[in-house]
């Protein structure tokens, strides 16, 4: 921004709106055509650098009732190519099926809006389903030793928990840096071998049938 945009007060910007979605899942086609966004009923057609620009974001069906979800995730933001410039915008949900995006408006010229839908609430409950019942197990670890010609592998986690068995475990956490880190014990191995770790190329199941679809896949 320029020492003149700074200063001025009777320029003014003129908002073009581009709403879309970040990645259009198959459930979200659907919900995505309900979305309509309108300027705040009180905003001007033309605005001064350093004004407020809100956009509300709710969706209707045919019958015109809002079937917004409450707890959508969205993005917002401004931008304009030309000069290069951008803002991220404030999104806040009001709890009732609307949502409003909240803009600053730092320079002179056009500015183009964007509004993406990251994760519908249906997304979002799935995410944190998962989140409770695989809090650390999503992604596991390997230690290999090298004995000879023999390659010998143990998970490793930040919780031993996950291993699901009653063997030794070898604890190499650091308490005095916050860092957890256990591994099974390799039988006949001491925990002070050395080895590499490495993450173990296996995959925790972690949806059920038909939510596959909430994620585009």
């Known amino acids: 921004m320029t020492p003149d945009l700074l200063q001025s007060e009777r320029k003014i910007v003129e908002p073009h709106t581009e709403f879309h979605s970040f990645r259009i899942q198959p459930y979200a086609k659907i919900y995505i055509k309900q979305l309509t966004f309108s300027l705040q009923s009180h905003s001007s057609k033309f605005f001064k650098v350093g004004d407020r620009l809100r956009v509300v974001i709710s969706a209707k069906n045919k019958q015109g009732n809002v079937t917004t979800n409450i707890g959508d995730y969205f993005r917002a933001a401004i931008f304009n190519r030309q000069t290069r410039s951008g803002a991220v915008g404030i999104i806040t949900d009001h709890q009732n099926g609307t949502y409003t995006a909240t803009f600053r408006l730092l320079w002179e010229g056009q500015v ?43 998970k490793c986690n930040v919780d031993p928990v996950v291993f699901n068995n009653t063997a030794p475990v ?48």
């Not at 609430?121 to 670890?141: G, L, S, Y």
């Not at 840096?177 to 199941?205: D, F, P, Q």
Request: proline share 3%.
């Open 170 to 217: 070898c604890n190499y956490s650091d308490p005095h840096a916050g860092a957890m880190w256990y591994c099974e014990k390799a039988a006949n191995i001491s925990c002070n071998t050395s080895g590499y770790h490495g993450r173990l190329s296996a995959r925790v199941h972690l949806l059920k049938d038909g939510e596959e679809k909430l994620f585009g896949r």
């Open 112 to 154: 183009n809006i964007v509004v993406k839908l990251v994760h519908p609430r249906q997304a979002i409950d799935v995410i944190e389903r998962t989140v409770r019942e695989h809090p650390v197990d999503k992604i596991m670890f390997v230690k290999r030793y090298l004995i000879g010609n023999a390659k010998i592998d143990t």
